[in-house]
C-alpha cells in the first residue's frame, strides 16, 4: 500500500506542478487530490508532521481551483485562518520536540509557497515551493522513500522554471 500511494502522490503532484506551470487551474484540483492521498501516505511512512500540512493544502489547493478573479472577503478570512492554524500546530510540534530541522522550513515553505500561488504571487510561491521540495527530497531519501524524493527532486526543477517564467495571473479554465 505504501508504494502505490508513494508512486500516485509523486505523480500526481508532479503533474499538479505542470499543469500551474502553464497556468492552468486543473493542477490545484490535482494537487488537492494528491494532498488527500498524501496524508494517508505521510502518516504511514512516519511524518506526521506533513500528515498536518497536508491537510491544510487539501483545504488551499481547493480553494486555488475554486477561486475566481475577485476575492470574496470572507474566504480570503477562512484561507487566512486556515494558513494561522496549520503554522500554530506546526510551532507546537516545534516547541515539543518532536519536528526535524528539515521538517520545519519543508513544511513553512510549501504552506506559504501554497497560498503565495493561490494569490498571484508567483515568483515568490515558486521560490517557496521549490525549497520546499528539494528538503522533501532529502526527508524521502531519509525515510528510503526513493521514487518519491527523486518526483521531489523534479518538482523542485519545475519550480525553479516556475519561478524565472514571466506569468500572468492563474485563471485559464480546466478545459483550455
Not at 6 to 25: G, P, T, Y
Not at 124 to 145: N, P, S
Not at 149 to 156: E, K, L, M, R, T
Request: with cysteine.
Amino acid at each position: 500500500m505504501i508504494w502505490t500511494l508513494q508512486v500516485l502522490v509523486s505523480l500526481i503532484f508532479f503533474v499538479n506542478k505542470l499543469f500551474l506551470l502553464s497556468e492552468r487551474k486543473l493542477g490545484w484540483l490535482l494537487g488537492a487530490v494528491a494532498a488527500t492521498l498524501a496524508i494517508l501516505y505521510f502518516y504511514l511512512i512516519g511524518l506526521p508532521i506533513y500528515t498536518v500540512l497536508e491537510a491544510s493544502l487539501v483545504i488551499l489547493m481547493a480553494y486555488g481551483f475554486l477561486k475566481k478573479e475577485t476575492e470574496n472577503p470572507r474566504v480570503e478570512f477562512v484561507i487566512r485562518l486556515v494558513v494561522i492554524v496549520a503554522m500554530f500546530l506546526l510551532a507546537i510540534f516545534a516547541f515539543n520536540g518532536l519536528i526535524t530541522i528539515i521538517e520545519l522550513p519543508s513544511a513553512l515553505s510549501m504552506l506559504w509557497g501554497t497560498y503565495l500561488l493561490t494569490h498571484n504571487k508567483m515568483r515568490r510561491g515558486w521560490i517557496f515551493y521549490g525549497v520546499a521540495h528539494l528538503l522533501a527530497a532529502i526527508l524521502g531519501y531519509q525515510k528510503e522513500q526513493l521514487f518519491f524524493a527523486d518526483f521531489q527532486v523534479a518538482s523542485a526543477i519545475v519550480c525553479f522554471v516556475g519561478a524565472t517564467k514571466k506569468s500572468g495571473v492563474m485563471t485559464k479554465a480546466v478545459t483550455s
